[in-house]
């Protein structure tokens, strides 16, 4: 489905179609529909599933551009998350004259969320802690508010901000448009959405189970910024006769085709840009192995049966299930064996697994091809190259050269081949084993197992997904096993000041941006509290820590040394359930 079939504005149909996207996701069919309507939604999604437009183009559509109050308020769990989803309203909204989107995050200064608060937003996206902070200090005011969006609600339960999300809810005015989304829909996060959202539907992305057999696939975990040099690598590393590349957007298919044509590659794109007879004829060259890359979306590729592409990569992860089946079956073509990558980034493990879950086979994670197996390549295919020119040329004219050369130069055979084949290899050196370095791996939730549905795989550490009723960040954390080195450290924070567990993590893992599975046990005494964290915290962040505020006490982060100071019961119990009363909330720097 377009875009424009969507009933959306014509400014944001012309800022998305700018942006290369060619059709809507499936999320996006199914909820931009509903809240162009004015109706709550609850959506089931995962990151990659392209959920963010899914609730921004239509708010977008609703708002009033002569209103400069917040009119939207997109609550997200973490800072990366937050900045994102601004980034994304501000490309969406880049025709909306005089259109406004802020960020309101943890770990920046206030005086600058001031000014610009000062200065008017329509939409505000924000982390929970931060946010509650603006509204307590009167610094945000929610009265002309048309729109809350929950975004990745599960994990804002798992980082224990779930009581203050409850508490904005309850600050937003009655009317408001709900939409909300998470990956998993754990008993809290249901409640929640019984609780504020008005007839619901609850839209969730069919993950047909389809079976894919003949096709190895495997996928690399990376970072964004890595995936060229990733795509380039798996380009030389794997074997395949003929590859198709998949990416999201036409401007990528483009983009990605000149990088690699540049490299020396016989590529060319595909994308619903091309009339059909451009698209046959770049079809016909590759079975005509007169190309053999193709970097293409899915909808222009839909159908493609070319029986030479043994290689599949998804340089971006395919929206659903379906999607991805669909790629990977343009490869073992006709009874052939064929290969499928797929490039996943740490935030879109759980689509991954929704997919490996949907096709019921695993994806097994792969390394690089490293500089040592590159190397190897080029020197094999360098000597088969040699070999072919043996069998296949009449050299007379340059054994003569040589000849002459040897004796000129005063030299061996050996040192002359050894000379030509320098100057041979300049474009594509074959002495490169130490210049493919190990593929920096992303470790930010890289080991968190979430396969979908499968409660004993979330982390232990976890305060949420427990039944309703049990109020998670008050009870006793459980005792977990911690990879890595840790320290336990101490804070200056402690019941006597109201603090929970909750508080801790939300404002270590958004103020220090470390991701809360990597923040351990922690322990409440009456005075203070101790947190194990990773031992290896660069110290500008242990002295960014040092100054944060979490109920009104300034942290002061130090080494836990296990002295008790004077007056404090070191062997004290750990928090009680229930025990800390909830003291007014101030802010946190
Ligand atoms: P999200 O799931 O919202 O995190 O989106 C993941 C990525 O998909 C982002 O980089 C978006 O720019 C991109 N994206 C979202 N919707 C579309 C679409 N309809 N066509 C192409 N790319 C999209």
């Known amino acids: 489905m377009s875009f424009s079939q969507l009933m959306l504005p014509e400014p944001l149909v012309r800022a998305v179609t700018e942006l290369g996207y060619e059709t809507a996701s499936p999320i996006q069919a199914a909820a931009i529909p509903k809240l162009l309507a004015g109706e709550d939604v609850l959506g089931q999604a995962q990151t990659g599933t392209g959920k963010t437009a899914a609730f921004a183009l239509p708010l977008l559509a609703r708002l009033d551009p002569a209103q400069n109050d917040p009119q939207i308020l997109v609550l997200a769990p973490t800072r990366e998350l937050a900045i994102q989803v601004a980034e994304a309203f501000q490309a969406y909204a880049r025709y909306m004259p005089a259109f406004h989107v802020l960020p309101l995050y943890g770990g920046q200064s206030y005086t600058n969320q001031l000014k610009s608060l000062k200065r008017g937003s329509q939409v505000i996206v924000g982390t929970p802690g931060r946010i509650l902070d603006h509204l307590d200090r009167g610094t945000l005011k929610l009265d002309k508010l048309r729109a809350i969006v929950l975004d990745e ?7 224990g901000f779930i009581d203050d999300v409850q508490t904005i809810m309850d600050a937003t005015p009655a009317g408001r448009q709900v939409a909300m989304f998470s990956a998993t829909m754990p008993a809290p996060i249901r409640a929640i959405a019984q609780k504020h959202l008005t007839n619901a539907e609850e839209i969730k992305i069919a993950s047909k189970t389809s079976t894919v057999e003949r096709i190895e696939q495997r996928f690399v975990l990376l970072d964004a910024n890595q995936k060229l040099d990733a795509l380039t690598r798996v380009l030389e590393g794997e074997e395949y006769d003929a590859s198709i590349v998949f990416v999201r957007t036409k401007s990528a298919t483009e983009e ?11 590529v060319a794109c595909l994308n619903g840009d091309m009339n059909q007879a451009h698209r046959e004829q770049t079809i016909r060259r590759m079975k005509a192995s007169q190309l053999d890359i193709i970097v293409a979306t899915d909808v222009a590729a839909r159908g493609l049966d070319v029986e030479r592409i043994s290689l599949v990569v998804n340089y971006d992860i395919p929206y659903d299930s379906e999607a991805y089946v669909h790629r990977i079956g343009r490869t073992g073509r006709a009874g052939r064996e064929g290969k499928a990558i797929l490039f996943v980034s740490p935030r879109e493990r759980r689509l991954l697994r929704t997919i490996e879950y949907a096709t019921k086979q695993p994806i097994e994670q792969m390394n690089l091809p490293t500089g040592q197996v590159i190397e190897q390549k080029r020197i094999e295919s360098f000597r088969a190259q040699l070999a072919q020119t043996i069998e296949t040329q009449n050299l007379s004219f340059f054994t003569d050269l040589i000849n002459d050369w040897r004796d000129k130069l005063e030299t061996s055979d050996a040192e002359l081949a050894a000379a030509l084949l320098y100057l041979a290899q300049k474009d594509q050196p074959l002495n490169v084993a130490n210049k493919f370095p190990e593929l920096r791996q992303p470790h930010a939730r890289a080991e968190r197992n979430d396969r979908p549905g499968d409660r004993r795989d979330r982390p232990e550490r976890s305060f949420g997904d ?3 009723g049990d109020r998670p960040e ?3 954390r459980q005792r977990r096993e911690l990879q890595g080195d840790y320290n336990t450290y101490r804070i200056e924070v402690g019941k006597e000041h109201g603090v929970r567990a909750g508080d801790i993590v939300g404002a270590i893992a ?23 964290l990773p031992a290896n915290i660069p110290n500008e962040i242990f002295q960014h820590l040092k100054k944060v505020y979490v109920r009104k006490q300034k942290l002061n982060i130090t080494v836990d040394t296990g002295a008790a100071p004077a007056g404090e019961r070191r062997s004290g119990p750990g928090p009680r359930p229930g025990a800390a009363p909830r003291a007014p909330r101030k802010p946190r720097e």
């Open 256 to 266: 990605i085709a000149e990088k690699l044509g540049a490299r020396g590659y016989a």
């Open 474 to 476: 008050r009870g006793p």
């Open 510 to 532: 958004n103020e220090a941006n470390i991701d809360s599975q990597f923040i351990g046990n922690i322990k409440l005494f009456d005075h203070f509290s101790t947190v194990e």
């Open 153 to 159: 609600a599960d994990e804002m339960l798992r980082m």
């Open 466 to 468: 427990r039944p309703s």
